[in-house]
């Protein structure tokens, strides 16, 4: 099943001339061409947090989490070969042209991408200089603020299979331009980072030259900035600070230290007939990078509905997108400077798989954060999953499941006003505590609080998919996928909805949604279980097997029996019953 990703930064690399290099020696080009790979262009690709998603014999494509980290990697590739070809005759050089764009792509199944945002990086390449990078018109309006560069404006240029002409401008790569963070025009004041995440929401432009849609676009940031509010651990900027900026074009790094923020989200309204177009940008102020892009598609027949969805969609994209870049600064923090906030950060990438062994290594740090602060609510929210993790996946160890009740109860005690924490202490609730009015109460507390909390949507699909009523489990799923569909929690959605279809007897319909949620975390061992159940009674065999292996590879110790026995008290009795059926046909030890 593919996906549409939102402006996607895309790097197209070729070798110019390679066909003519290969017939003068052809394993001489081939050797040097993969030694260039293995020394220069994978590390560098890798360094700048990139990912190669289709080769041939002499190019590449490649996808960066934001167009700073393509440029970046573009220009230490270009400058990488400048001493490599310094002593080689010029007829026997390896030369590499590269095209940068960023735009929307498809993304298959097998993660390769297709559509305009690929085929313009493509084309771009392909009319490159030797040596050169060409970058589209939307990427550099989204790099020059936050970079030195230095550029030569080429014009629109008209590109194979590309019904518009692309605005083009060529990275001059040998010139002063550093492809590091700008200076910035003037020094100023600096103002202190507050002691958690911080954010400010600038004015929108109004790129219509309409007086009315200055109105819509100030309404909207006024609702984002009440909206991020509601993130309890987020301080944002008041609104009279962020629209002393109403009318400028300030630069980012500037704006980080005037107002003493580690984030901000700019955007545009454009409006074309009676049609509107809004973009939105998520930048660390510190270095220019951009986190996060996206643009939305509305009619004017109802301007405050419209309003009111791209708010909910920009709030609830912004929290798991900064919570990512603070996992990433504390990351980079020295072990002995980590205060309960850094230990809690640094112990979330250790959920994603929802698996024992990575879950204890949370479970580590989170013991460290609630001993420097023991009233941590998040930090309980989520000892108490890392302990569920380990009861249901590690062997019903009752004192673990004890300890995992109790600090789930005591996220709620101290976390009455954090989503995130009310949110995650559901699955211990829920699975350890047998308690789904507490789990549902939660969940319910949570969406009171920040009704755009995609944790609450995720989590709150999960335990109604497996206790409670199928229609919100469903319509929790379909809400948090549209908030944040590249959350690591996004598993909990397609794994709910398999549930769901488990519950209604549509046993193909759940393969293909369980399959999905396998996908998107392959290494959570009880998808493949409910998977290979599902499989096995949509009459699927000859795939039954491959999954049934997956399983017991994941989870050597797996028995149907204490499974099914264990989640009986909480599982939906159709649920429990198609369940129980599958697995008896899928030769997975009893």
Same mark, same amino acid.
């Given at each position: 099943m593919s996906e549409t990703r939102k402006l996607a930064a895309i790097l197209a690399a070729d070798v110019? +001339?390679?066909?003519? =290099? %290969?017939?003068?020696?052809?394993?001489?080009?081939? /050797? !040097? #061409?993969?030694?260039?790979?293995?020394?220069?262009?994978?590390?560098?690709?890798?360094?700048?947090?990139?990912?190669?998603?289709?080769?041939?014999?002499?190019?590449?494509?490649?996808?960066?989490?934001?167009?700073?980290?393509?440029?970046?990697?573009?220009?230490?590739?270009?400058?990488?070969?400048?001493?490599?070809?310094?002593?080689?005759?010029?007829?026997?050089?390896?030369?590499?042209?590269?095209?940068?764009?960023?735009?929307?792509?498809?993304?298959?199944?097998?993660?390769?991408?297709?559509?305009?945002?690929?085929?313009?990086?493509?084309?771009?390449?392909?009319?490159?200089?030797? +040596?050169?990078?060409? =970058? %589209?018109?939307?990427?550099?309006?989204?790099?020059? /603020? !936050? #970079?030195?560069?230095?550029?030569?404006?080429l014009g629109r240029k008209e590109l194979k299979n590309i019904p518009e002409p692309v605005h083009v401008l060529a990275l001059e790569v040998s010139k002063p331009g550093s492809g590091k963070p700008a200076a910035p025009d003037s020094p100023k004041m600096r103002m202190a980072l507050p002691d958690k995440p911080s954010i400010v929401v600038l004015p929108f432009q109004n790129m219509s030259g309409d007086p009315e849609q200055e109105y819509f676009a100030d309404g909207m940031v006024e609702d984002v900035i009440t909206g991020l509010s509601r993130i309890n651990w987020l301080f944002v900027v008041a609104r009279n600070s962020s629209f002393a900026y109403k009318g400028k074009s300030p630069d980012i790094r500037q704006v980080g230290r005037e107002l003493g923020v580690r984030y901000v989200l700019e955007g545009s309204v454009r409006k074309a007939g009676n049609r509107v177009r809004i973009t939105g940008q998520l930048v660390e102020a510190e270095n220019g990078t951009h986190l996060w892009a996206d643009?939305?598609?509305?009619?004017?027949?109802?301007?405050?509905?419209?309003?009111?969805?791209?708010?909910?969609?920009?709030v609830g994209v912004i929290e798991p997108n900064v919570r990512r870049a603070e996992i990433e600064r504390a990351r980079r923090r020295r072990p002995d400077s980590l205060d309960a906030y850094d230990l809690y950060l640094r112990a979330l990438p250790h959920f994603a798989s929802a698996m024992p062994a990575d879950a204890s290594v949370g479970i580590g740090y989170l013991e460290q954060a609630l001993t420097l602060d023991p009233n941590y609510a998040v930090a309980h929210a989520y000892l108490s999953w890392g302990l569920e993790i380990r009861v249901t996946r590690g062997g019903f160890n009752e004192a673990d499941a004890i300890a995992g009740v109790r600090h789930a109860r005591l996220a709620l005690t101290h976390g009455t006003e954090d989503p995130t924490a009310l949110s995650v202490a559901t699955v211990a609730l829920l699975h350890l505590g047998r308690d789904f009015q507490a789990a549902s109460g939660a969940v319910a507390r949570a969406l009171l609080l920040n009704g755009s909390c995609a944790t609450a949507l995720f989590w709150g699909a999960h335990i109604n998919s497996m206790s409670g009523d199928a229609a919100i489990a469903e319509d929790y799923a379909v809400r948090a996928l549209r908030l944040s569909p590249f959350d690591p929690l996004s598993f909990l959605s397609h794994s709910a909805r398999g549930f769901v279809r488990l519950r209604e007897g549509r046993y193909a319909e759940a393969s293909a949604l369980l399959f999905e949620a396998a996908q998107t975390n392959p290494g959570f061992s009880v998808i493949h279980i409910f998977l290979a159940a599902a499989l096995a009674l949509a009459g699927r065999s000859d795939e039954v097997n491959s999954v049934s292996r997956r399983v017991l590879e994941l989870e050597p110790t797996f028995r149907v029996g204490p499974f099914t026995e264990y989640f009986s008290a909480i599982m939906r009795p159709e649920l429990l019953n198609s369940l129980a059926s599958g697995l008896q046909k899928t030769g997975l030890p009893e």
């Open positions: 110019v +001339g390679f066909s003519r =290099l %290969s017939a003068a020696d052809e394993e001489g080009t081939v /050797s !040097r #061409l993969r030694a260039l790979r293995h020394e220069l262009i994978d590390p560098v690709i890798a360094a700048h947090n990139g990912r190669t998603f289709k080769t041939t014999g002499d190019g590449r494509l490649s996808e960066f989490p934001s167009i700073v980290d393509a440029v970046r990697a573009a220009l230490e590739l270009q400058r990488g070969m400048i001493p490599r070809n310094a002593n080689v005759a010029p007829e026997k050089r390896i030369e590499f042209r590269v095209g940068i764009h960023l735009g929307d792509v498809i993304v298959e199944h097998d993660g390769d991408l297709m559509g305009d945002g690929v085929n313009i990086a493509a084309r771009l390449e392909g009319i490159c200089e030797p +040596g050169a990078i060409c =970058l %589209s018109e939307d990427a550099y309006r989204h790099v020059r /603020s !936050r #970079l030195d560069l230095a550029v030569t404006d643009k939305f598609d509305g009619a004017l027949e109802d301007v405050f509905d419209l309003q009111d969805r791209i708010t909910e969609t920009v």
